[in-house]
């Protein structure tokens, strides 16, 4: 009878032990191939291509366009078949994001870092029917190196958060008129290490920073908010890799979805489900039709019909490793990360 019951024991600790590992294993990298990709950036050497934003054409989804970053050279304008439709010559033009304005059209932002003690945002009008960018000027984005840029906008004004590489994120309230755009700084937010990528969530009004070695932080976007941040992700080497790179969100109802974080430290992305934040699945994108991708910086993620390839949803990945070929961008299906993830 004793020895029944050591053996019940014994079993019954093994059991215990065998759940508390199978809590701490690392959660499983799904993997899932792209539908389609960019041409190659023109800078042929070295890291280039950088970071894109996506326009989902409402009346035609197939139609929509996604402006992007050669961080050497300039901003390229795509269609879904990957083709350029315009470039513009912008110089170091860092990340870029875009936004609908209303009566004031699409307007698009790029972090201008040809003076890297002198940041500017670069303002542009998105052309839909013609598929190209209108300049339209630049504002200041604080005292040095420009890195990110994310928009949103607070009553009928555009908010422009510049994201310095110093940790230091300027939020730029943007004034948009017949003439040149004037922008003004209102609010300065502090981190202690490099900072790049960022992303708004309108619906309350949350700001994501992704500080590189240290994990993703949540403001509030608010002009007159607290300049208080949390650490709402940190870097773990499990869930999130340093570097953080660029962050994308694909909202899911009036609060729910995702934040998408590059993991670029093990060439991976993270999900988080807001407005918690808590870990909902790892991806990688793996050779398929088209190829894998490493060392992403920067992410988009848009919600919707993008045509039959793309139909709940469309993802953009920058590849920094595109060999033979320069740098470009990657699409994949929103439905096939899902799938992946929760399989």
């Known amino acids: 009878m004793q020895r029944g019951i050591v ?15 199978a809590q701490q294993a690392p959660p499983v990298t799904a993997s899932v191939t792209a539908r389609g990709e960019t041409a190659p950036v023109g800078t042929s050497a070295g890291d280039a291509a950088d970071d894109p934003a996506i326009w989902r054409n409402p009346r035609d989804p197939a139609a929509s366009l996604i402006v992007a970053t050669d961080k050497k050279a300039g901003l390229y304008v795509y269609g879904l078949d990957g083709k350029a439709r315009h470039f513009v010559p912008a110089g170091r033009v860092n990340n870029v994001d875009l936004i609908d304005m209303g ?21 542009y009008r998105l052309d839909t029917k013609a598929q190209k960018l209108e300049s339209l000027g630049a504002v200041p984005g604080g005292a040095g190196e420009a890195y990110g840029v994310c928009l949103t906008r607070s009553g009928a004004k555009l908010q422009a958060f510049s994201v310095l590489k110093s940790g230091t994120v300027e939020q730029v309230a943007v004034t948009l008129g017949k003439g040149a755009p004037s922008g003004q700084i209102v609010r300065t937010l502090r981190m202690a290490t490099q900072t790049e990528g960022c992303v708004v969530d309108p619906r309350s009004h949350t700001l994501y920073v ?66 918690d934040m808590k870990p909902a699945g790892r991806f990688r994108i793996v050779a398929g039709r088209f190829g894998a991708t490493e060392e992403t910086d920067g992410i988009a993620a848009a919600p919707g019909s993008f045509g039959p390839d793309y139909p709940d949803g469309l993802f953009v990945a920058q590849d920094g490793d595109n060999a033979p070929a320069a740098q470009n961008f990657k699409f994949i299906s929103w439905r096939d990360i899902l799938n992946a993830v929760t399989r």
């Open 210 to 275: 992704g500080e590189e070695d240290r994990g993703i932080w949540a403001f509030d976007a608010r002009p007159n908010g607290s300049t208080d941040g949390k650490l709402v992700a940190p870097v773990d080497s499990t869930q999130l890799f340093a570097d953080v790179e660029g962050l994308a969100l694909m909202p899911r109802g009036a609060r729910g979805g995702w934040l998408i974080a590059s993991s670029q430290g093990d060439n991976a992305y993270a999900l988080f489900s807001v407005p």
């Open 103 to 123: 009566a004031q059209g699409i307007i698009v932002a790029a972090s201008d870092r040809n003076d890297v003690a002198k940041a500017l945002l670069q303002l």
């Open 7 to 21: 053996a019940f024991v014994t079993l019954l600790a093994a059991g215990t032990a065998s759940a508390v590992l």
